[in-house]
């Protein structure tokens, strides 16, 4: 089974940046595409990156472009998601997934989901 574990979660002021980290453990392997969705209070769980095994092909939310950045360290069995010039509308439980088959934006396409790390921007 494999298992993924979100950190860097925090509080931060509008502007700001955090990084977010998720490791992944078990039986994990280089093939896996991997994403990081988000879910506020009341409100669905959204796309929000996502980045396929060779690392070359990365896809984002449109609320998010050019604002973070999804990469890979697949020796460190390891997905970031970088995260910056942060809005109240970011905060949101962050969670890292994983699947074999490519990139999608749904939550139906991954099958592999970390507990979720608490991003919280304030005003």
């Known amino acids: 089974q494999v298992q993924l574990v979100e950190s860097g979660g925090g509080l931060v002021q509008a502007g700001g940046s955090l990084r977010l980290s998720c490791a992944a453990a078990g039986r994990t392997s280089v093939t896996y595409t991997m994403a990081w969705f988000r879910q506020a209070p009341g409100k669905e769980r959204d796309f929000v990156a996502a980045?396929?095994?060779?690392?070359?092909?990365?896809d984002y939310a449109d609320s998010v472009k050019g604002r973070f950045t999804i990469s890979r360290d697949n020796a460190k069995n390891t997905v970031y998601l970088q995260m910056n010039s942060l809005k109240p509308e970011d905060t949101a439980v962050y969670y890292c997934a994983a699947n074999t088959l490519g990139i999608y934006r749904t939550t139906t396409g991954y099958d592999y989901w970390g507990q979720g790390t608490q991003v919280t921007v304030s005003s």
């Open positions: 980045i396929d095994w060779s690392g070359r092909n990365t």
